[in-house]
């Protein structure tokens, strides 16, 4: 157990569609990133919070948008969802501001299915 | 831009058989990082080397950074069917900017 909390584990929506996936960092963990893995491929990064305020932006979409709140939790914003949104949405958290200064706890995932 | 290439994409190993997976990037990397996802699971950390040429064991896991840092590897020595699973390097390239590899994909054949 990374200490990481994901809801929903599992997702299936119909594309157009609008969907919130949620993350609860490790506690006392302050920066949060969101990754998609689409099936079989590596992770991609989408974006990174720190104590509330956007700090990296990677690969993501201009339909997706992501926010963290005063209690550190994030959220991931999926809209007009299309088929080749289907995929694992993983959330990590991490202490440090920093993206590569230390390990990254990964939650178990979202599976998001578009049909 | 910059990015992390891993290969092999996919390794298949009879159990006992040792394994390694490459990662290389064309320009210097701050840092490498190791994770490893089992089937299903979700990545978890496994190490980070930082300097130079650096060396790390663990158990019969054994990581290399390159004297340039421009390149990395796992070593798994008599692999065992606990092994299975995807083997992810993350380079950095500044303090906010991480790219995975592909991922290596371990099965072992008991």
């Known amino acids: 157990d990374s200490g990481v909390t994901q809801t929903p584990k599992h997702l299936i929506t119909a594309t157009g569609q609008r969907v919130t996936l949620r993350c609860s960092p490790r506690?006392?963990?302050?920066?949060v990133y969101w990754y998609q893995q689409s099936l079989d491929q590596g992770l991609q990064f989408l974006i990174q919070?720190?104590?509330?305020?956007?700090?990296a932006k990677g690969n993501i979409l201009e339909r997706f948008s992501a926010q963290q709140f005063p209690d550190l939790h994030s959220e991931l914003n999926l809209s007009s969802l299309e088929l080749g949104d289907s995929a694992l949405y993983f959330c990590?958290?991490?202490?440090?501001?920093?993206?590569?200064?230390?390990?990254?706890?990964f939650g178990e995932g979202s599976r998001l299915t578009v049909l | 831009g910059q990015q992390v290439m891993q290969i092999p994409q996919y390794q298949h190993v009879q159990e006992g058989e040792d394994f390694t997976t490459y990662c290389n990037s064309s320009?210097?990397?701050?840092?490498i990082q190791w994770y490893k996802q089992r089937p299903g699971g979700h990545p978890v950390f496994l190490i980070q080397?930082?300097?130079?040429?650096e060396v790390k064991k663990q158990k019969r896991l054994t990581f290399q950074f390159g004297e340039a840092k421009k390149n990395s590897s796992l070593h798994i020595t008599a692999t065992q069917t606990t092994d299975v699973g995807t083997y992810f390097c993350?380079?950095?390239?500044?303090?906010?900017?991480?790219?995975f590899g592909a991922g290596t994909r371990l099965t072992v054949k008991p």
């Open positions: 990590a958290s991490s202490f440090a501001s920093g993206i590569s200064t230390g390990e990254l706890f």
């Open positions: 506690s006392g963990d302050l920066s």
């Open positions: 919070y720190y104590n509330g305020e956007e700090r």
């Open positions: 320009t210097t990397l701050s840092n």
């Open positions: 080397l930082v300097k130079s040429g």
């Open positions: 993350a380079g950095s390239y500044n303090n906010n900017d991480m790219r």
